[in-house]
């Protein structure tokens, strides 16, 4: 019998290979392909041709780029690849790299074309754009345009400025498109995709969440046989799915461990135990380190030194608390899971998501334990497991939860960290979050918390003067956390925000709204 792919691979599903020319659509191109429910991998240019060989895709899709076939030094693809035998899409910048190397043209107009575009279509529109209607809109990106198509294959529609904005050769599996079909402007993208998908590859359609789930219990089973499995519940998303996960693969041989730091939200450490050992029957350890926590944070103030506490901290915890899980769990763990995700992974986007690790590593776990580490999130995007959280029956609270940092409310507090202080973000932090609940805005900004700086400031109540606290509401939208703009939420919202705040919440008596976007701000304050 063959060894089952490791969990978080492709897991024997139809593949489909986008090849990243560098544009920012990579990743796009990538998810439709997911929602047209068959997997996807990104992979970089200079991938040769026997690499794509052994990863035995069911298709593969060259992405945009900002290059032109014509510049020196322009990102080729290794030419074997068209002759693997795989049916080939082209977007852009990689519908005119298909046609440079099979014997078609392209030329440079004298204008190009961006944004939205009529297409127009010939014929019957093929395999890609057939069932479409003969005019429609499209968004287009390109200088270069392709003039003769690539050898034995048909054009099937052209712009005003493209002669050939599609082309295609079931026969040599060669597909093109000038416009980019993965965004939602253009009016039938998915449909474009998803016919070459199944059509132009013959792609089933089976990547859906109960499958992924299956065949994930699958291979953890086959990954661990009857060893012990530890896992560092930390109350967020990918560590409550990859948990929730495994269990289900593994049942009684995972012992969870949830560190209560003291620096979590309020209610956090309840609803981890509540969700993960009473609803899901899972063995949890839980450490209470929160006055380990404060006694190692009492008069630091300096945001890298208190980053540097708390994350020393946490691993000096998490090792107390493995030994106290492996009697729990009746032997000794040879397998940690992580919560890995696939944006993390991304071969072409590994700079990228080195750069944030390097910079927020606070709260992960060293790289030297001993152990095997299962990662069965390792595939998908955020959303996805977001999906795959619902369908093993996880609360909404916890899958739709927004990202938190490591270090917790102990980035929050400018200052010295204290239990009063800690209090007194954690109820203004709830209200804050409770009230943009209601305003039903949760699933459109990215973060929402409160922060306490360290200053205070003379106000009246009442007819008494006091000198209190502020709080500091802060609330942004983004797509990655890389860049971020500061959320307009309604004024009634932050005004509902701000009264109870003031009433609620003792020793506070002022509220202002961050209104810094990233850059020049991060999202967090230390
Ligand atoms: P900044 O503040 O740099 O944060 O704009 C970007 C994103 O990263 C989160 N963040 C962290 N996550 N450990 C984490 O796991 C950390 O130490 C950490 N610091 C910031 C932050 O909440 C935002 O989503």
């Known amino acids: 019998m063959s060894t089952p792919p490791a969990p978080g691979t492709d897991g024997g599903f139809d593949k489909i290979l986008v090849v990243d020319f560098g544009a920012q659509y990579a990743q796009l191109i990538a998810r439709r392909v997911r929602e047209a429910k068959v997997y996807s991998e990104i992979v970089a240019p200079t991938i040769s041709a026997d690499e ?87 968004w287009m990106s390109h200088f270069d345009a392709i003039t003769v198509a690539p050898e034995g294959s048909t054009a099937t529609a052209s712009t005003p400025d493209a002669p050939i904005a599609a082309f295609e050769s079931q026969e040599r599996g060669l597909f093109g498109v000038q416009f980019h079909p993965e965004v939602m402007h253009t009016e039938h993208g998915q449909h474009v995709i998803e016919r070459f998908l199944r059509d132009g590859c013959g792609t089933l359609g089976d990547w859906t969440m109960a499958s992924i789930i299956d065949t994930s219990v699958e291979q953890i089973r086959a990954q661990v046989g009857d060893k012990q499995v530890i896992c560092a519940l930390s109350g967020g998303v990918d560590s409550a799915v990859a948990a929730a996960l495994v269990h289900k693969a593994i049942g009684e041989q995972l012992t969870c461990v949830h560190v209560d730091t003291g620096l979590m939200r309020l209610n956090e450490a309840d609803q981890v135990i509540e969700t993960f050992e009473r609803n899901f029957g899972v063995r949890l350890v839980f450490v209470d380190a929160s006055d380990r926590f404060f006694t190692a944070l009492a008069g630091v103030t300096e945001p890298e030194a208190k980053r540097k506490a708390i994350g020393e901290l946490f691993i000096r915890v998490f090792e107390d608390a493995k030994a106290e899980a492996t009697d729990a769990g009746g032997s000794h763990a040879d397998f940690l899971v992580q919560g890995t995700l696939y944006p993390d992974v991304i071969e072409s986007g590994s700079e990228h998501a080195s750069t944030i690790k390097s910079h927020h590593n606070v709260g992960g776990l060293p790289d030297d334990m001993e152990f095997e580490l299962i990662e069965p999130l390792r595939s998908l995007f955020k959303d996805e497991v977001r999906m795959v959280g619902s369908e093993l029956g996880l609360p909404e609270e916890i899958v739709q939860r927004q990202p938190f940092p490591g270090p917790g409310l102990g980035v929050r507090i400018i200052g010295e960290v204290t239990p009063d202080k800690v209090e007194t973000l954690q109820q203004a932090d709830f209200i804050v979050r409770e009230e943009l609940a209601k305003a039903g805005l949760e699933r459109e900004i990215w973060q929402s918390f409160a922060v306490l700086p360290d200053i205070r400031s003379v106000g009246v ?24 703009d500061w959320a307009r939420i309604p004024y009634e919202t932050l005004e509902a925000m701000s009264s109870r705040v003031i009433n609620e919440v003792p020793g506070v008596n002022r509220v202002a709204y961050d209104i810094t976007s990233k850059p020049p701000g991060t999202i967090e304050w230390e």
Request: aromatic content about 6%; glycine content about 18%; charged content about 20%.
């Open 461 to 484: 109540m009442g007819d008494e003067r006091t000198y209190g606290w502020p709080i500091i509401i802060r609330a942004v939208t983004s797509e990655d956390a890389m860049t971020a």
């Open 52 to 138: 794509i060989r052994a990863k035995e895709p069911t298709g593969i899709i060259f992405s945009g780029g900002p290059d032109s076939v014509h510049a020196e030094g322009a990102i080729l693809i290794d030419p074997g690849v068209y002759d693997l035998d795989v049916p080939i899409l082209g977007i852009c910048y990689g519908a005119q790299l298909i046609a440079q190397q099979n014997g078609g043209m392209v030329g440079r107009t004298d204008r190009g074309e961006y944004g939205r575009t009529v297409l127009s279509v010939d014929g019957d529109g093929g395999t890609m754009l057939g069932g479409t209607p003969s005019e429609q809109n499209v």
